[in-house]
């Protein structure tokens, strides 16, 4: 019996006993199909989903999914299946030429985040989301570039030709040396078998050279009904739409004598395959421990067999995980990062695999590899516990559970992707109602005992494939395959002990203070909300909203922050983040909290910027108290241990130690030296790390955090507000404060973007030459919403713009686009980026047109291109003001620092001008602030 097969035999044995394999296979049930999505499949044998959802509103989405990718391609084929995907933004039937992104551009859908495809191994997927639904003639149009994709590509000659440059960018800026290294390593990895080499990018030589009629023979026998699926989700008339498709999609013929849609096998491998190697540009050293097993076959795909089995990876990927944190956040651990997975084999659907990947401390892989694979066979053998299971399965249940009561603010995209995934691998579609009663049910059955026999069968050295990558350097070789092998033998000849699972019995806050008092409450019109003044100065406000049934979400600001702090201090605040990120509370560590928070969806974000201080993240109403609990310890308690320290430190050397070789990180680099003068706005190296002091950092956050009376609490969701009241009152109001202590911006000019025009340009060896830029336009201009409005949508209109001329018309880039921000508290309030990968040979243009770009925008902007611009925005900003996280942002902006108050950003949208967006434009310009640096691979 093939290995997946008691896989899943055990997960139904989790809850009902399973004596034979005919009985398991009678008593595997289908997964019933959520009720709510209306599944068709026409006489061609193209399928279609579609549903009615209003989250958000007055929108939908729309994707075309096909069985199709570059495992497909002959020899003298790849990279053809990506390069159709690219031809179908480059004229279809009904929209010729670029005419489709420039009309989806008009109604509000934005190239690239609206609209958008991929293609992998074996799927290729387009979509169109978040399109407006107010007007019927707008969800037609985008069922006929669907109809138009699957079926009425011009495939125009010309296009091709001028399509290969733009792929060959995207080669040449999207191919990092880990992809380097694997490629050559595929032909190992995947012996015999097609998927060695069949990567979706293809090869260059085909690239440049295929002819037209190639593509189209391709299209012709892949691209059609029996391999496509579509799906709509949103606010739509199911009906409708459901006539629509059948109207349009229906007139596709089938072909006569299809080709056979092969999904190719994984040979299994009786003894370990080692397959390590080298780039000169790598930075780390990476190694993957890969336990192969068979995918589900087709017959118990969507059963309960499928639905069991994936739970009981996730568990025994949740519990490995956490092991491998706790052993991380050891001085003396021996990798700086770990990592446990299921998954596919990288890259086949017909094989899966159990994976670890591990970085080292050092430059070496032995202690760290071995170190892994000790915690997979310390599981294997002594398995996981009932407490760690326990823990698990309650942050299982608590994740369903906010789904659960989110249900009616479920995102379309979700929906829609789901939906992709059960045309495509057949993945089960219960609907979250179903979901949720089905798994509380099946969980509380499913021992402890089942995840380890599961675990057992998976960790093994046949079928094990072991992956490296290192950087190449002068005298050092990789490791050969005897050599891993022999790390690997070690630890299965030790005697390893079982886990033992410390879990800290004591609360999170050990000794309640007393309680502060309400002592002034406001009402916030303008914002629909409600601000009360706490006796320790501290402010509170509270937004009540329905956006989601099961979320609050917190902002809290003061004004004040790093700026103080002089260069001495530097090393401490570029590490800082670091700490931040993963620090502990009172008498927890981070390890400790991980597992005292389980089942608990809390999150609480720290960042102490230059100018500001804040706190942010979310929870749910039956876990609010735990959520007060962790502010109050985080202003009174926020500790790093020295053990902790210490591995934080390992962990970032061991990803930086090497770094100096890699372009993309050198270039980061140069930016902020050119940008900056401070050395606190630098990208932080391993001496910097080395400097760090706890001490030194612990103080600096104990200062920003010690005046609580500072800050303000903003708090937007479904949440009691008397509850609510009384929580803050005694976890908010009892932090320690200095009333009337406000604290003031300091403003320190190192610490803003240099002033004036400067260019500049240095060299650099590399493996693949790649020129690298950077545009930064930057003035002051004092903040509003409306110029903060200006400023983005100023950057939307070049980017639009640079990618039609430096993209399309060019071929010197595969992506490039300008963002544009205009900051609250920064004296140097508006900046604009265009950083950018570019064919060396083409770097001058490039640069001359973002020049041109600039200069035209600020003399004149075409009233066609604004109102784009405004389509998009208008749906973007209604729904952000339909989310939590919107609403804490914008009042929690308004007490750094108030300007004018909007609450309904569409009528500020609407009333811009092209006048009022030339002219900020030009102000800015005016201010010559022009910096240019560009990076050019050495001859």
Same mark, same amino acid.
């Given at each position: 019996m093939r290995k997946v097969m008691r896989l899943a035999f055990i997960a139904m044995a989790g809850f009902a006993c399973v004596p034979t394999v005919v009985r398991a296979q009678q008593q595997m049930p289908p997964v019933p199909v959520d009720k709510e999505v209306r599944i068709g499949k026409l006489d061609n044998g193209l399928t279609y989903y579609i549903r009615h959802n209003e989250y958000p509103k007055n929108q939908v989405d729309f994707?075309?999914?096909?069985?199709?990718?570059?495992?497909?391609?002959?020899?003298?084929?790849?990279?053809?299946?990506?390069?159709?995907?690219?031809?179908?933004?480059?004229?279809?039937?009904?929209?010729?030429?670029?005419?489709?992104?420039?009309?989806?551009?008009?109604?509000?859908?934005?190239?690239?985040?609206?609209?958008?495809?991929?293609?992998?191994?074996?799927?290729?997927?387009?979509?169109?989301?978040?399109?407006?639904?107010?007007?019927?003639?707008?969800?037609?149009?985008?069922?006929?570039?669907?109809?138009?994709?699957?079926?009425?590509?011009?495939?125009?000659?010309?296009?091709?030709?001028?399509?290969?440059?733009?792929?060959?960018?995207?080669?040449?800026?999207?191919?990092?040396?880990?992809?380097?290294?694997?490629?050559?390593?595929?032909?190992?990895?995947?012996?015999?078998?097609?998927?060695?080499?069949?990567?979706?990018?293809?090869?260059?030589?085909?690239?440049?050279?295929?002819?037209?009629?190639?593509?189209?023979?391709?299209?012709?026998?892949?691209?059609?009904?029996?391999?496509?699926?579509?799906?709509?989700?949103?606010?739509?008339?199911?009906?409708?739409?459901?006539?629509?498709?059948?109207?349009?999609?229906?007139?596709?013929?089938?072909?006569?004598?299809?080709?056979?849609?092969?999904?190719?096998?994984?040979?299994?491998?009786?003894?370990?395959?080692?397959?390590?190697?080298?780039?000169?540009? /790598?930075?780390?050293?990476?190694?993957?421990?890969?336990?192969?097993?068979?995918?589900?076959?087709?017959?118990?795909?969507?059963?309960?067999?499928?639905?069991?089995?994936?739970?009981?990876?996730?568990?025994?990927?949740?519990?490995?995980?956490?092991?491998?944190?706790?052993?991380?956040?050891?001085?003396?651990?021996?990798?700086?990062?770990?990592?446990?997975?299921?998954?596919?084999?990288?890259?086949?659907?017909?094989?899966?695999?159990?994976?670890?990947?591990?970085?080292?401390?050092?430059?070496?892989?032995?202690?760290?590899?071995?170190?892994?694979?000790?915690?997979?066979?310390?599981?294997?053998?002594?398995?996981?516990?009932?407490?760690?299971?326990?823990?698990?399965?309650?942050?299982?249940?608590?994740?369903?559970?906010?789904?659960?009561?989110?249900?009616? /603010?479920?995102?379309?995209?979700?929906?829609?992707?789901?939906?992709?995934?059960?045309?495509?691998?057949?993945?089960p579609i219960p609907g979250i109602e179903t979901e949720y009663q089905m798994m509380s049910m099946i969980v509380n059955q499913i021992p402890v005992e089942a995840v380890n026999q599961v675990f057992s069968q998976l960790i093994s050295d046949k079928n094990l494939v072991v992956l490296g990558l290192m950087p190449e350097r002068e005298g050092e070789a990789c490791p050969t395959h005897e050599e891993v092998l022999a790390l690997l033998s070690q630890v299965e000849a030790e005697d390893i002990a079982p886990y033992v699972d410390n879990v800290k019995n004591e609360p999170l806050v050990s000794e309640l203070p007393a309680a502060g008092k309400v002592v002034k409450e406001n009402v916030l019109s303008d914002f629909g909300a409600k601000e009360w003044v706490l006796s320790n100065g501290a402010k509170v406000i509270v937004k009540k909203t329905d956006f989601k049934s099961d979320e609050i979400s917190l902002t809290a600001v003061a004004k004040g922050g790093t700026s103080v702090y002089g260069n001495d201090k530097a090393a401490d605040l570029l590490f800082m983040p670091a700490v931040l990120e993963q620090h502990g509370l009172g008498n927890f560590t981070n390890s400790d909290l991980g597992k005292l928070l389980a089942g608990k969806q809390v999150s609480l974000n720290i960042a102490l910027d230059e100018y500001s201080r804040g706190l942010s993240g979310n929870t749910t109403p039956k876990d609010l108290k735990t959520y007060m609990e962790m502010i109050y310890m985080t202003f009174t308690g926020l500790n790093v241990t020295a053990d902790e320290f210490a591995s934080m430190q390992n962990l970032y050397k061991g990803l930086l130690q090497n770094q100096e070789e890699n372009p993309n990180f050198v270039f980061q680099k140069k930016v902020q030296e050119f940008l900056y003068a401070s050395p606190m706005k630098q990208v932080f190296g391993v001496s910097d790390i080395e400097k760090a002091s706890r001490e030194g950092i612990l103080d600096i956050i104990h200062e920003q955090l010690a005046n609580a009376g500072e800050f303000t609490f903003v708090f937007s969701g479904n949440f009691d507000e008397a509850e609510l009241k009384a929580l803050a009152e005694q976890y908010i109001g009892s932090l320690p404060s200095v009333k009337g202590k406000k604290a003031e911006v300091k403003y320190d000019s190192a610490l803003e973007i240099k002033a004036g025009n400067e260019e500049k340009e240095f060299t650099m060896k590399m493996e693949v030459p790649q020129g690298s830029a950077a545009v930064i336009v930057s003035g002051k201009?004092?903040?509003?919403?409306?110029?903060?409005?200006?400023?983005?949508?100023?950057? /939307?209109?070049?980017?639009?713009?640079?990618?039609?001329?430096?993209?399309?018309?060019?071929?010197?880039?595969?992506?490039?686009?300008?963002?544009?921000? /205009?900051?609250?508290?920064?004296?140097?309030?508006?900046?604009?980026?265009?950083?950018?990968?570019?064919?060396?040979?083409?770097?001058?243009?490039?640069?001359?047109?973002?020049?041109?770009?600039?200069?035209?925008?600020?003399?004149?902007?075409?009233?066609?291109?604004?109102?784009?611009?405004?389509?998009?925005?208008?749906?973007?900003?209604?729904?952000?003001?339909?989310?939590?996280?919107?609403?804490?942002a914008m009042i929690a902006g308004n007490e750094l620092k108030p300007a004018e108050v909007c609450t309904e950003a569409a009528k500020v949208i609407e009333a811009i001008t092209p006048k009022d967006l030339s002219a900020y434009v030009n102000e800015i310009m005016q201010q010559n602030n022009y910096r240019v640096l560009v990076m050019m691979p050495e001859k």
């Open positions: 994707y075309i999914a096909q069985k199709v990718g570059s495992i497909l391609e002959e020899d003298n084929q790849r990279g053809l299946a990506h390069f159709l995907e690219h031809m179908c933004f480059n004229g279809t039937r009904n929209f010729p030429g670029n005419s489709m992104i420039k009309w989806l551009e008009s109604v509000g859908v934005k190239f690239g985040q609206n609209l958008n495809a991929y293609t992998s191994i074996d799927e290729t997927v387009y979509r169109i989301s978040s399109v407006p639904t107010e007007r019927i003639g707008v969800q037609d149009s985008c069922l006929m570039i669907l109809c138009d994709w699957a079926d009425g590509l011009l495939l125009d000659g010309k296009e091709i030709d001028e399509e290969r440059s733009v792929i060959h960018e995207e080669w040449r800026s999207q191919t990092p040396p880990s992809m380097r290294i694997v490629e050559k390593l595929l032909p190992e990895i995947y012996p015999g078998s097609r998927y060695a080499y069949r990567l979706p990018i293809g090869t260059m030589e085909v690239v440049d050279n295929f002819p037209h009629q190639a593509l189209r023979d391709y299209y012709e026998k892949w691209y059609r009904p029996d391999l496509q699926g579509i799906v709509v989700v949103g606010d739509i008339d199911v009906d409708r739409i459901e006539g629509k498709i059948k109207e349009m999609f229906s007139k596709i013929e089938t072909p006569v004598n299809p080709a056979e849609r092969v999904y190719y096998p994984v040979a299994d491998n009786e003894k370990p395959i080692v397959a390590f190697g080298a780039d000169k540009e /790598q930075s780390n050293y990476v190694a993957q421990l890969m336990f192969k097993y068979d995918a589900l076959p087709d017959s118990l795909k969507g059963t309960m067999a499928d639905v069991t089995t994936e739970y009981l990876l996730d568990m025994a990927e949740m519990m490995l995980q956490m092991r491998l944190n706790e052993l991380g956040q050891k001085a003396d651990a021996p990798f700086a990062v770990a990592a446990a997975s299921h998954q596919e084999f990288l890259m086949a659907k017909t094989k899966q695999a159990f994976q670890l990947v591990m970085v080292p401390k050092g430059n070496t892989f032995d202690e760290g590899l071995k170190a892994v694979y000790r915690e997979a066979l310390r599981a294997k053998r002594g398995g996981f516990t009932a407490t760690e299971y326990a823990r698990c399965r309650t942050e299982y249940l608590s994740q369903l559970e906010k789904a659960y009561n989110n249900r009616n /603010q479920q995102e379309n995209k979700t929906l829609a992707e789901s939906y992709v995934r059960n045309f495509i691998d057949k993945k201009m004092p903040y509003s919403f409306k110029n903060r409005l200006l400023a983005s949508m100023s950057a /939307q209109i070049i980017s639009t713009r640079l990618i039609s001329e430096v993209r399309e018309k060019e071929g010197a880039v595969y992506s490039i686009y300008t963002q544009g921000a /205009q900051d609250r508290v920064a004296e140097v309030s508006v900046v604009y980026q265009t950083i950018f990968q570019v064919k060396p040979e083409k770097k001058d243009r490039a640069i001359e047109i973002i020049r041109n770009e600039f200069e035209k925008l600020a003399k004149e902007t075409p009233a066609e291109e604004l109102n784009k611009v405004k389509e998009f925005m208008v749906k973007q900003y209604a729904e952000n003001e339909h989310t939590n996280s919107y609403w804490c």
